[in-house]
């Protein structure tokens, strides 16, 4: 796999996060789930993530903001 193919630019997660004036340790906290600093910065940095790390970002996001996303949301691959 090329750099290309794993790094796919700022991802909307990134956006969602400053509209909810929500940090990477916000979305760390309010998961249940065992989601780091690491998986929310690569998320936000567009790096591929697999579907589990993807869905962790997704419901901490979901909880920590109050609203409801959906994948297609928070990622543009």
């Not at 697999?50 to 609203?67: E, F, I």
């Amino acid at each position: 796999m090329t750099d290309l193919e794993r790094n796919l630019g700022e991802q909307p997660v990134l956006e969602l996060l400053e509209r909810h004036s929500l940090k990477p340790k916000d979305l760390v906290e309010a998961s249940t789930l065992q989601l780091t600093h690491k998986m929310v910065s690569r998320a936000t940095k567009g790096r591929r993530l697999t579907s589990n790390t993807k869905d962790k970002v997704l419901q901490a996001l979901n909880r920590a903001s109050g609203q409801s996303y959906a994948m297609g949301d928070l990622f543009n691959y």
